[in-house]
């Protein structure tokens, strides 16, 4: 079974996109209707092409926007790629509630990216110490003319190293060369990596060491990114319970996990949005939760007097320039939306979205919990699911608000036991379930 499966798959990779879906037809996995499905994708299939492997077609996610936004005293609509119901309506909600009451700020800690160079088993780290010193201006410069000459002209390159060492578990020290490197508006994965790589024979060839692997670091924590929201003048007994649940999430990891999820959940969908490596900002953000020795909440909240103060702070590694923010035509509209913004400014943004969303949440699960407003609108996607027609749909969805008012809540079976008997029955029937 093993090799039939190997053998049928070998050189899937060379196949163009037709065969592929032919191939996969011919397999069983799916029909005819899938592939006129597939094709049917609004963005051009070659630049699928051009970034993925094995490409089949586009995985469609709803792009809407959160509005209502005023970060710095700049109003932002913000696109939002992703699945999740609620997060687009309780981000512009509490959006509206903080820019009516209070302000967003954020603010730039640092700008630098991380690159690393690893020696498994340095041999003698005050040498290798001496030698970086010595060679480091003179291999900056080189750097600066063969790797990184526009990202020079633009202000970026290379700024500053940190040697740093570790002792292994076997006794022995292993030594890290950090790269301090300023991509300015680029993410910069590439550029950091082709540095580090770069620098690696020099390093070899002066110290005697041996390099183990070269590659950058996304807990970025030399590109800090701080955002602030203060709001005046609110009921004490709300933002006491708000502090109360933000220091559930400061205390305990398990809180944290679920917390940070719910600050990712509009950052993951602008990253998403405008054509980021979220993965790589989700890395560094729940690396940098850890920092304190302990998995925190990357959200502080604290009730001043009637006033609620809130921070975020994390690493923020993203860009605006090159890769897929370029490429891609829903990520360029994206970026269009939100006027064109530079690499720090997108990250401003979304450290101020992670803060309101984090709001939002906290104020909905210390008030009326997140199930009320959740359903309302799952609800919506559970008709749809359970098959009811538009014209259903409004009548539905009402009954099904009106259980889950009384029941605090809804299931699928629910949904297809109600439509089923409506139809049965007609309109009267909606009086006896
Ligand atoms: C759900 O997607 C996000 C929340 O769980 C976040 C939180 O608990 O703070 C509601």
Not at 17 to 23: A, G, I, M, T
Not at 120 to 137: G, N, P, T, W, Y
Not at 215 to 235: C, G, H, P, T, Y
Request: some cysteine.
């Amino acid at each position: 079974m093993k090799d039939s499966f190997l053998n049928y798959f070998s050189g899937f990779s060379k196949l163009n996109h037709f065969q592929r879906l032919e191939k996969l037809k011919a397999y069983g996995l799916i029909s005819k209707e899938d592939i006129s499905y597939l094709n049917q994708g609004v963005t051009e299939p070659h630049l699928a092409e051009n970034l993925i492997e094995n490409v089949l077609g586009y995985f469609d996610l709803p792009l809407g926007v959160a509005v209502n936004f005023i970060i710095d005293n700049i109003p932002y609509v913000i696109p939002l790629a992703v699945e999740e119901t609620s997060i687009i309506a309780a981000a512009s909600k509490t959006a509206r509630w903080v820019c009516s009451n209070g302000e967003i700020k954020t603010q730039k800690l640092g700008s630098f990216s991380t690159g690393q160079i690893h020696i498994a088993q340095v041999k003698d780290f005050s040498r290798l110490k001496k030698i970086i010193e010595e060679h480091f201006e003179t291999w900056k410069q080189e750097v600066h003319k063969n790797i990184l000459p526009a990202m020079v002209k633009r202000g970026g390159g290379l700024k500053d190293y940190e040697l740093r060492s570790i002792k292994r578990p076997d006794g022995k020290q292993m030594a890290i060369w950090h790269l301090h490197i300023e991509t300015c508006d680029a993410m910069g994965a590439n550029l950091i990596n082709q540095v580090c790589e770069y620098l690696k024979t020099p390093l070899e060839e002066a110290s005697q060491e041996e390099v183990t692997l070269c590659i950058l670091s996304n807990l970025a924590d030399k590109r800090l990114f701080r955002a602030e929201v203060i709001l005046r003048n609110q009921d004490p007994v709300l933002i006491k319970k708000i502090e109360e649940a933000s220091l559930f999430g400061e205390m305990d990891p398990y809180r944290a996990a679920t917390s940070n999820k719910g600050v990712l959940n509009g950052i993951d969908a602008l990253l998403v949005a405008t054509g980021n490596d979220w993965r790589a900002v989700e890395a560094g953000l729940h690396a940098y939760a850890c920092h304190s020795g302990q998995y925190k909440s990357l959200t502080q909240w604290r009730a001043k007097g009637r006033d609620l103060h809130g921070v975020l702070e994390g690493p923020f590694m993203l860009g605006t320039v090159g890769g897929v923010t370029d490429l891609h035509p829903t990520a360029r509209l994206g970026l269009k939306i939100l006027g064109h913004p530079s690499g720090e400014r997108l990250a401003r943004i979304s450290a101020a979205l992670g803060l309101v969303q984090n709001l939002g949440a906290l104020r909905a699960l210390v008030t009326e919990g997140v199930i009320e407003g959740h359903m309302k609108l799952h609800i919506k996607n559970l008709a749809l699911k359970a098959g009811a027609t538009e014209a259903e749909q409004p009548r539905l969805e009402k009954h099904l608000c009106r259980i889950l008012k009384n029941q605090k809540h809804i299931s699928f079976s629910l949904v297809e036991k109600t439509l089923r008997a409506w139809r049965a029955g007609g309109s009267n029937t909606e009086k006896n379930l």
